[in-house]
């Protein structure tokens, strides 16, 4: 586990308040949980910023680290942040790690992307909206993809935790740009989580998507895969581990 230091010198994202913990009791939507809390001693209805099952994570009982929201306007007063697994944190509010692979590509700290930089986020070129457009000095441009993952198993990393027909459109649109040859595109698997080693689709919940990630691959699509180090304090990029689109869990 990284040092203070470490976590720093890694780009800590912040957290823009303490993080509070409450019980996790039920999911009644996508975007919704219901959480005990021991301060207000009251339920409170909690934001969900991960539409994923999270079956394996969200169980009666649970502890949730939940942050309070800044707009008064907001129907809910709470952001769930982590969900404790195992005695760690998993994070479950996919808008972090979107916003760290921004600050970590704007100081160019990702090794694999170290001849580009960031030219913009949410860029739409062809069909779709991309999250980075990067350029390298010789003008040549890379489309980056970048996509959560919450769930492990026996240390790999499954993509995605459901059905997820837009992320395999994702794919296979970045595919064909690829090999169209007028630009190149990567795709940036963000752990959500400590404890995984290696990253592969989730065949047996979308098995299109991991036969998308797979043509992706043979065409060039690039690869990636980082850790995040979670916190008290904010999220971190970890380490790099690889991609196998082909690994079989069976």
Same mark, same amino acid.
């Given at each position: 586990?990284?040092?203070?230091?470490?976590? #720093?010198?890694?780009?800590?994202?912040?957290?823009?308040?303490?993080?509070? $913990?409450?019980?996790?009791?039920? =999911? *009644?939507? =996508?975007?919704?949980? &219901?959480?005990?809390?021991?301060?207000?001693? $009251?339920? $409170?209805?909690?934001?969900?910023?991960?539409?994923? =099952?999270?079956? !394996?994570?969200?169980?009666? %009982?649970?502890?949730?680290?939940?942050?309070?929201?800044?707009?008064? /306007? =907001? #129907?809910? +007063?709470?952001?769930?942040?982590?969900?404790?697994?195992?005695?760690?944190?998993?994070?479950?509010?996919?808008?972090? *790690?979107?916003?760290?692979? !921004?600050?970590?590509? #704007?100081?160019?700290?990702?090794?694999?992307?170290?001849? @580009? &930089?960031?030219?913009?986020? !949410?860029?739409? @070129? %062809? &069909?779709?909206?991309?999250?980075?457009?990067?350029? /390298?000095?010789?003008?040549?441009q890379l489309l980056l993809e970048? +996509?959560?993952?919450?769930?492990?198993?026996?240390?790999?990393g499954l993509f995605p935790d459901?059905?997820? #027909?837009? %992320?395999?459109?994702?794919?296979?649109?970045?595919?064909?740009?690829?090999?169209?040859?007028?630009?190149?595109?990567?795709?940036?698997?963000?752990?959500?989580?400590?404890?995984?080693?290696?990253?592969?689709?989730?065949?047996?919940?979308d098995p299109d998507f991991s036969?998308?990630?797979?043509?992706? $691959?043979?065409?060039?699509?690039?690869?990636?895969?980082?850790?995040?180090?979670?916190?008290? !304090?904010?999220?971190?990029? %970890?380490?790099?581990?690889?991609?196998?689109?082909?690994?079989?869990?069976?």
């Open positions: 586990m990284m040092t203070g230091d470490e976590m #720093k010198q890694n780009l800590l994202l912040n957290f823009p308040d303490e993080l509070i $913990e409450m019980t996790f009791l039920e =999911r *009644p939507n =996508r975007f919704i949980l &219901h959480c005990f809390s021991n301060e207000t001693k $009251e339920i $409170e209805r909690v934001h969900l910023a991960d539409p994923g =099952r999270l079956i !394996e994570l969200l169980r009666e %009982g649970s502890t949730i680290y939940v942050l309070p929201s800044k707009n008064p /306007n =907001r #129907k809910t +007063k709470w952001t769930a942040v982590y969900v404790e697994w195992n005695g760690k944190f998993v994070s479950i509010n996919t808008t972090y *790690p979107n916003k760290l692979v !921004e600050l970590v590509l #704007k100081q160019n700290k990702i090794k694999e992307l170290a001849f @580009y &930089h960031w030219v913009k986020s !949410e860029y739409t @070129y %062809g &069909h779709s909206r991309w999250d980075f457009l990067l350029e /390298n000095e010789l003008g040549e970048v +996509k959560s993952v919450t769930m492990g198993k026996d240390g790999i459901a059905v997820t #027909k837009r %992320g395999t459109k994702h794919v296979t649109e970045l595919t064909s740009i690829v090999k169209d040859g007028s630009i190149k595109g990567a795709i940036l698997f963000i752990v959500q989580r400590e404890d995984v080693s290696i990253v592969t689709g989730a065949t047996s919940i036969q998308s990630l797979q043509d992706a $691959e043979k065409a060039g699509v690039l690869l990636l895969s980082y850790t995040c180090v979670l916190s008290e !304090e904010g999220i971190a990029l %970890g380490n790099s581990i690889p991609v196998d689109p082909y690994l079989s869990l069976s």
